[in-house]
């Protein structure tokens, strides 16, 4: 295991020194007049280009990558080593090892969870990530073009082949899909497994792109050190790595790089050939349109702004400029041929994506002030400090910014090319932040890191001529910045709780291995049943699941790879390639049929024509069928029937299968990934205060399931918590279960549940038995209470934008036989360890043992028990004369009523023997509250409640 983490922490500074040696001796040949530091800066991310462009045409001609990127490899090395052999190009080691030290110490500061957790390292588990692996699977064994295998895809026998609706049709950019796959050929490792290594490549590219853009001269030199060592230390520019934005990442290394080579003052005496030069800017321009297309504009509106500058100060463009770019234009036209329509539809899907896109909800952090400090890596993105930090950090960002922003408007006019970059680009970030975009300037926020670090650099040096003075200030921006950087990286680790992670300890736990050894253990060609709602979490499993027959009873997760073509409502593009449309419809025609549209009824007296519609399997498991399903630490469903196990997954036999519940996304009632904001109903799994070690979910009013093989008499176990609200929203919900009939969990209070429906029947639908929980309480968003400069803008915009109603510990259906077996404690005194006790019953107890305004517990009773004993004390808040209430109800019968008031209590009852359960309920007649310290409203702190004898 050490041999392999070793193995993957290097397998990035051989991608870099790969491309490296291809990108140096390719410049070495062309000889566009830079000088040598620069070309070594620029030399990985065009070995990058010279291993891209040629897996894209061998690809498009209809070879599997598997089949060529070997020979393509010693091809390239072997030629480039020609190349040096007879160039002999001098490279500048004494100026470059500055550099290279830097790109080492940026290697370490984002890559270092490599060391710990090898070719398992998943990071943030992005839903990106997954959907980049499968398409490289498919161009790792299929030609680009290569129709899909019609069996292998109506039974989900490689999940891969779904990704020819995306680069075929879709007409969706391919080019990180591809050099994934090339990676993955060459290693022989599934591409999940060497993405991370590979974007950890590409990171060291942008850094050394941007290197090379800030060095335009030797002047320059230092300053562009700096810069490096300044990005280096981004935590946003991290945050882009680590979250897997993998084109993201490679595109902007691309559009740094085409900046240099075109953003030139091209004077009446720059000689050089036109030829090599255009050959040079070509493949450059083709790897951006390929891998990252989105930027171009970026590009050619810095080329154009740049030019205007040049023509105002007196630059005219000569005959050789003009060739130059005649040539370049025709190179592009005649070796792309009919994939600019690809270009071109793409771009145009992604503009009106990005103007009319109203997904603030998802990432809106960058419509708040502080976002101006997030940009800098001056706090964590989505964490607010305590103030006054946090105020301080959004002035101080403010400043930077203004600063950035004037200072590139003076460097412009000095014909610096990065200035021009970064104010392209800011003044389209503007135009977004005044539309109010928040994913695309979250996007942009991490476009905008290489170009403002540059600006702001330059301006330091030219500002600051005393060395200790500007050392110390770039100490301060690396230090701040760092502290962010940290926690990010931290964050990749992956655990439960930590922010962004879609799939939570997948590191840790090795999964992608897990999920290698299960599937190799299931004969192929069986059928399999991948229970999980988790999008992201179905993919890793597809992954390796070639060869079997899977389905997804949760939703249809890949229907929007192709649904546009059994709707006939694709893009007008597309219809320039009428034979790939007819296909497409053929294909969707016959898989469509895995699913059928079915609708669960509901009983709700105030909603008495409400259906839930959802998709169902259209065929029905085979006795052979196996269930993969998700382990109890991994989800909130099924903790009553799972074991306990260090295991993520447990396979099971349908016919061993009983009363498993299998969470189905409906119309009422989704999934959070993708899902639409009012009707989602399950949130990813996040990390439990009381329960650290266990994980809970935030739940929303509808939730449909699906039950394996349920018993004649079921019962649903619902524990809840309300513990972790904001002010009012503590109440416990009213929830109901529903089958045939539409039945209530008798919850009552605030705080924090655990019970039991009474028997529950289970509704049949196209022969499969189905239930429904309903919350039924109406949502509302948690409003932002602000402070400081958090008060200039963006008040009305939620930063938590879920409708969670309660977090859910555990959902399971357990038979009525089993809820008879167990046996209830006979007290509680230890909070919140008692409180977790799968047997107990109980509702209105906050974990910490605070009573809300009505609560219950079922306790049992030994034949030498025959008092109750209830102690506790009700605090002293602000009141000394506070009093309550206590009415006290065994098994339904008042027994007594007592006023209590400030201070310790202890209540003992005579009872009769009861020895299975026994239901005490607690009401009291007021609460108080701690108000802005602690916003629950309680009556009393409980020390004990039992049977004594």
Request: charged share 15%; with cysteine; aromatic share 14%.
């Amino acid at each position: 295991m050490e041999k392999l983490s070793i193995a993957a922490f290097i397998l990035p500074i051989i991608i870099f020194l790969f491309w490296m040696v291809i990108g140096y001796a390719f410049l070495s040949l062309v000889r566009t007049q830079r000088h040598l530091l620069q070309n070594a800066l620029l030399s990985p991310t065009i070995g990058m280009v010279i291993t891209l462009l040629p897996t894209f045409w061998l690809s498009r001609i209809g070879l599997p990558v598997s089949q060529f990127a070997l020979l393509e490899t010693i091809f390239l090395l072997g030629f480039s080593f020609l190349l040096l052999f007879k160039t002999k190009p001098y490279f500048p080691l004494r100026y470059y090892l500055p550099f290279g030290v830097v790109l080492l110490g940026a290697f370490l500061l984002t890559g270092s969870p490599l060391l710990r957790y090898g070719f398992n390292w998943i990071s943030y588990s992005n839903d990106d990530m997954t959907n980049y692996c499968l398409s490289a699977l498919r161009l790792l064994h299929h030609g680009y073009n290569e129709t899909p295998n019609l069996l292998a895809l109506k039974y989900n026998q490689d999940i891969s082949l779904y990704y020819w609706f995306m680069t075929v049709p879709r007409m969706i950019r391919p080019g990180a899909d591809l050099l994934l796959a090339f990676c993955s050929a060459i290693t022989h490792l599934m591409p999940i497994k060497i993405f991370m290594p590979l974007i950890m490549a590409l990171h060291l590219c942008l850094i050394s792109a941007a290197g090379a853009l800030v060095c335009q001269s030797k002047r320059f030199r230092n300053i562009a050190l700096t810069t490096m060592i300044v990005l280096a230390f981004s935590a946003v520019n991290t945050l882009g790595t680590i979250y897997q934005l993998i084109a993201q990442v490679g595109g902007i290394a691309l559009l740094l790089s085409s900046s240099t080579i075109l953003l030139q003052t091209y004077t009446q005496h720059y000689r050089y050939n036109i030829i090599k030069q255009s050959s040079l800017i070509s493949l450059l321009i083709m790897a951006l349109l390929i891998f990252y297309p989105e930027v171009a504009g970026f590009l050619f509106i810095s080329i154009l702004l740049f030019l205007s500058i040049l023509f105002f100060q007196g630059w005219r463009p000569n005959k050789q400029f003009v060739l130059t770019t005649l040539f370049s234009i025709c190179i592009c036209l005649f070796a792309l041929n009919q994939y600019w329509i690809n270009i071109i539809s793409f771009i145009h899907t992604q503009v009106l994506e990005g103007i009319m896109s109203n997904t603030n909800y998802i990432f809106p952090y960058f419509l708040f002030p502080n976002g101006l400090a997030d940009i800098w890596g001056l706090q964590v993105i989505a964490l607010l400090p305590s103030e006054p930090w946090l105020s301080r950090s959004i002035f101080c960002g403010g400043i930077l910014l203004i600063i950035t922003f004037l200072s590139a408007i003076y460097q412009m006019i000095k014909n610096i090319p990065i200035a021009t970059v970064f104010f392209v680009m800011f003044i389209i970030t503007l135009y977004f932040f005044i539309q109010h975009v928040g994913f695309t300037l979250f996007k942009l926020a991490m476009y905008l890191q290489p170009a403002l670090i540059g600006v702001l650099v330059i301006f330091i040096y030219w500002l600051i001529p005393k060395n200790s003075v500007r050392i110390l200030v770039i100490v301060l921006l690396c230090y701040y910045s760092w502290k962010s950087q940290k926690e990010y990286v931290a964050f990749s680790h992956g655990q439960l709780g930590q922010l962004y992670v879609a799939v939570t300890n997948a590191s840790m736990t090795h999964m992608s291995d897990e999920l290698e050894e299960i599937m190799h253990s299931i004969p192929n060609h069986t059928p399999v049943i991948i229970a999980t709602p988790n999008i992201v979490l179905a993919k890793l499993i597809s992954l390796s699941a070639t060869n079997k027959f899977i389905s997804f009873p949760s939703n249809n997760f890949f229907w929007g790879y192709y649904y546009m073509f059994s709707k006939k409502n694709y893009s007008s593009f597309s219809q320039w390639f009428p034979q790939t449309e007819k296909t497409a419809e053929y294909l969707v025609k016959k898989i469509s049929t895995q699913y059928m549209d079915a609708y669960f009824y509901l009983h709700n007296p105030d909603k008495p024509f409400i259906t839930d519609a959802f998709l169902t399997l259209a065929n029905h498991p085979s006795p052979n069928t196996v269930i993969l399903l998700s382990s109890a630490n991994r989800n909130i469903f099924n903790r009553s029937q799972l074991p306990e196990t260090d295991k993520n997954f447990l396979v099971i036999p349908w016919k061993k299968a009983a009363n498993l519940l299998l969470f189905v996304s409906s119309s009422l009632g989704e999934e959070y990934y993708g899902g639409r904001e009012k009707n989602i109903s399950l949130y990813n799994l996040e990390k439990d205060y009381f329960y650290p070690k266990k994980g809970l979910a935030g739940i929303g009013q509808y939730l449909l399931f699906s039950v394996i093989n349920p018993s004649d008499k079921i019962r649903a176990v619902l524990q809840i918590t309300n513990s972790f609200g904001s002010r009012n929203t503590y109440y416990l919900p009213n929830a109901m279960i529903e089958g045939t009939k539409r039945k209530s969990f008798q919850i009552i209070g605030s705080g924090s549940a655990r019970v039991f429906s009474p028997v529950i029947k289970s509704q049949q639908i196209n022969h499969a038995p189905y239930l429904l929980i309903d919350l039924g309480k109406s949502i509302k968003l948690t409003p932002n209470v602000y402070t400081g400069l958090m008060n200039l803008y963006g008040k009305r915009i939620p930063r938590d934008n879920r409708y969670i109603i309660t977090y859910a510990r555990n959902i399971s259906v357990i038979s009525d036989e089993e809820y008879q077996k167990m046996k209830a404690p006979s007290h509680i005194e230890h909070f919140p360890a008692d409180l977790s006790n799968p047997n107990l019953e109980y509702s209105g107890i906050f974990e910490d043992g605070w009573l809300s305004n009505a609560s219950f517990v079922v306790l049992a009773q030994t034949e030498k028990q025959n008092k109750l004993l209830i102690q506790g004390n009700v605090p002293l808040i602000k009141d000394n004369h506070f009093t309550t209430e206590l009415t006290i109800y065994l098994n339904g019968k008042k027994i007594m009523n007592k006023v209590l008031t400030v201070g310790k209590f202890m209540i003992k009852i005579p009872t009769d023997k009861n020895p299975t359960r026994n239901k005490i309920e607690l009401h009291f007649s007021k609460t108080q509250s701690y108000g802005s310290v602690d916003y629950r409203d309680f009556a009393a702190k409980v020390d004990y409640i039992g049977f004594i004898s």
